[in-house]
């Protein structure tokens, strides 16, 4: 197991959460005209000539030194991805990534019941707390709840699994290796959708489905350099957001995961005027104490 370093992991994934917290948004624009599929190849096409330039020119291994592992990480980052992204197409966002959180709340179980790392009280409370002032930011309640909630769930299960392998299993791998292995599973997964919904006929469900049952389409119309910007930030972003991982406990840096709700909103009322209302204010507030309750019990352990 790698050495923890609970601060630079914070910051990793403060980063990684600004980048893609902004981009995100930018999914149910590309839903419209291509398929999840097809945005996934791309992904792997314009992401893995850069990844392993990056790689030489920050030193780094491009291939992996355990195999096993790194395709198990990336399977399970690949797959929550597609569940998370495939929710926005007809998922409110807020719904969206209350869904995907969860993860935190299950890294939790992971290392305290089966992998059984202290935790601490402190900590599983904070944890807690910061799931609550999502949902409170996120105005999720039992009213407004739908069965297609689980997608994203689904998605939040596989990435808090992806969390726990990441920082026990591949913390000797570089951070280039590990984004080549997601971003490759992106693009196996991508192909593997094309080519089902050529073999068996699929045909395209108008509406939001359309993303997950549409096949290959050209020319892209209008969409192109938007995926193509989408895809080198979506690189800086999943790269900080994996070297937070190898630096700090999972329990710890999933916390700071939070911060994505409060970059969400903000940019959202930037760009559209959404503003937040008092009681979101609160849930912020409960997000930043959670975070900063995490990163000084990290320190006393």
Same mark, same amino acid.
């Given at each position: 197991?790698?050495?923890?370093?609970?601060?630079?992991?914070?910051?990793?994934?403060?980063?990684?959460?600004?980048?893609?917290? +902004?981009?995100?948004?930018?999914?149910?624009?590309?839903?419209?005209v291509?398929?999840?599929?097809?945005?996934?190849?791309?992904? %792997?096409?314009?992401s893995?000539?850069?990844?392993?330039? &990056?790689?030489?020119?920050?030193?780094? !291994?491009?291939?992996?030194?355990?195999?096993?592992?790194?395709?198990?990480?990336?399977?399970?980052? /690949?797959?929550?991805? %597609?569940?998370?992204?495939?929710?926005?197409?007809?998922?409110?966002?807020?719904?969206?990534?209350?869904g995907?959180?969860?993860?935190?709340? =299950?890294?939790?179980?992971?290392?305290a019941?089966?992998?059984?790392?202290?935790?601490g009280?402190?900590?599983?409370?904070? +944890?807690?707390?910061?799931?609550?002032?999502?949902?409170?930011?996120?105005? +999720?309640?039992?009213?407004?709840?739908?069965?297609?909630?689980?997608?994203p769930? =689904?998605?939040?299960?596989?990435?808090?699994?992806?969390?726990?392998?990441? !920082?026990?299993?591949?913390g /000797?791998?570089s951070t280039?290796?590990?984004l080549a292995?997601?971003?490759?599973m992106?693009?196996? %997964?991508?192909?593997?959708?094309?080519?089902?919904?050529?073999?068996?006929?699929?045909?395209?469900?108008?509406?939001?489905?359309?993303?997950?049952?549409?096949?290959?389409?050209w020319?892209m119309e209008?969409?192109?350099?938007?995926l193509?910007?989408?895809?080198?930030?979506?690189? &800086?972003g999943?790269?900080?957001?994996?070297?937070?991982?190898?630096?700090?406990?999972?329990?710890?840096?999933?916390?700071?995961?939070?911060?994505?709700?409060?970059?969400?909103?903000l940019?959202?009322?930037?760009?559209?005027?959404?503003?937040?209302?008092?009681?979101?204010?609160?849930? +912020?507030?409960?997000?930043?104490?959670?975070?900063?309750?995490?990163?000084?019990?990290?320190?006393?352990?």
């Amino acid at each position: 197991m790698s050495e923890t370093r609970p601060v630079a992991a914070a910051l990793w994934m403060l980063a990684s959460m600004l980048i893609l917290g +902004v981009i995100d948004n930018f999914i149910v624009v590309v839903a419209e005209v291509i398929s999840l599929w097809q945005m996934y190849v791309i992904r %792997l096409l314009i992401s893995m000539p850069v990844v392993f330039v &990056v790689a030489r020119l920050l030193g780094q !291994r491009f291939w992996p030194l355990a195999w096993g592992p790194v395709l198990l990480r990336s399977f399970l980052f /690949a797959s929550a991805m %597609l569940f998370y992204f495939a929710s926005l197409a007809f998922l409110p966002i807020a719904q969206s990534l209350a869904g995907l959180f969860t993860s935190p709340i =299950i890294v939790v179980t992971i290392t305290a019941l089966f992998l059984r790392e202290r935790i601490g009280i402190f900590r599983v409370g904070a +944890v807690i707390a910061g799931f609550l002032g999502t949902l409170v930011v996120l105005e +999720v309640s039992p009213s407004s709840f739908s069965p297609l909630v689980g997608v994203p769930v =689904i998605g939040g299960i596989l990435y808090a699994l992806n969390a726990v392998i990441t !920082r026990r299993m591949c913390g /000797a791998e570089s951070t280039c290796t590990l984004l080549a292995g997601t971003m490759g599973m992106q693009g196996v %997964l991508g192909l593997i959708g094309l080519l089902a919904i050529a073999v068996f006929g699929v045909q395209e469900i108008e509406g939001p489905l359309a993303f997950v049952t549409r096949g290959w389409i050209w020319p892209m119309e209008g969409v192109g350099l938007l995926l193509v910007g989408h895809v080198v930030f979506s690189i &800086v972003g999943v790269f900080c957001l994996t070297r937070a991982y190898q630096l700090g406990e999972a329990s710890y840096v999933a916390v700071f995961e939070y911060s994505i709700m409060v970059f969400g909103p903000l940019f959202a009322f930037v760009w559209f005027g959404q503003s937040l209302t008092a009681v979101q204010m609160a849930g +912020v507030v409960l997000i930043i104490v959670a975070g900063s309750v995490i990163a000084l019990r990290s320190r006393q352990s």
